[in-house]
């Protein structure tokens, strides 16, 4: 008589829940990857102003009030790179100090980032991309900072998936200074360099991580992490 194997199943309640943003190091790296080029044109400038040669084009607004871009490419430099280990799960669920002390440090970061942003829109005359893209950097620099404050309210009263949503959109928002060194310069040699064409190629930078972020936090659980079932993170309010 042949012996049947009987498949055992394990209750799906006694499954340890799926980590929806994946556990291994592709997420962060990817970030950073992103966040090179303006990350490094940044540094050129912070180089250039510190009396250093002149390697990226001369930008008058900069030359004339150098202070908030400084500020402005320090901490956009820390949000970036910083930022993108928040995303790591394995790091959250093994250092879940780590996660807190750093998201504190990038809280303030990140509310200077969009401070500066918003000041240099405000106050430097004449940037290209004119009244729209004027427009359009205001709602993201008030937009950006909403998302941090609504971010830490919500880990404060322990709303996990508002607070991850809400951080998701405030990194994106961000980040976008990495898509738009594809975006702009496509557009432009497209388009040619009008306050037109300069606006809605910078724009679209920032529409495209928008739309991502909002898949992202949107996704099925598990789309990433199908094969790899981690415990739940651990999260306590910052
Ligand atoms: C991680 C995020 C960001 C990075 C890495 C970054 C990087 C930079 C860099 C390197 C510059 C100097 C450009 C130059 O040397 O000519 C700059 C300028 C500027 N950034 Fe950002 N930025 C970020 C986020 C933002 C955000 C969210 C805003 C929106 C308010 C913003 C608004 C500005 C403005 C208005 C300028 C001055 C542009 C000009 O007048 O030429 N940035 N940024």
């Known amino acids: 008589m042949t012996r049947h194997t009987v498949p055992v199943t394990r209750p799906a309640a006694r499954r ?23 990350v490094v044109a940044g540094s050129l400038r912070l180089l250039e102003l510190a009396g250093g040669p002149q390697l990226l084009p001369a930008n008058p607004r900069i030359d004339a009030s150098p202070a908030p871009v400084v500020v402005h490419v320090l901490t956009a430099a820390l949000y970036a790179f ?23 440090i990038l809280i303030a970061a990140g509310l200077i980032v969009a401070a500066s942003g918003t000041w240099m829109t405000l106050f430097y005359p004449d940037a290209p991309g004119g009244d729209l893209l004027w427009g359009i950097r205001l709602l993201v620099g008030s937009a950006m900072a909403a998302s941090i404050v609504l971010g830490f309210t919500a880990i404060r009263r322990r709303r996990i998936a508002a607070h991850r949503a809400w951080m998701i959109r405030a990194y994106a928002l961000a980040v976008s200074a990495g898509t738009q060194a594809l975006t702009q310069p496509i557009g ?9 064409s300069t606006a809605l190629s910078v724009g679209s930078g920032w529409i495209i991580n928008v739309a991502v972020a909002e898949w992202v936090i949107r996704r099925p659980a598990g789309l990433w992490a199908r094969r790899r079932r981690a415990p739940a993170t651990s999260v306590r309010p910052l």
């Open 188 to 196: 432009e040699t497209l388009f040619g360099t009008s306050d037109l």
């Open 82 to 104: 910083l930022g993108a280990f928040q995303f790591s799960a394995r790091l959250r669920r093994r250092h879940p100090g780590w996660h807190r002390r750093s998201g504190r």
């Open 16 to 38: 340890p829940p799926v980590d929806r943003d994946g556990s291994g190091w592709h997420l962060p790296v990817a970030l950073v990857v992103l966040s090179l080029v303006p």
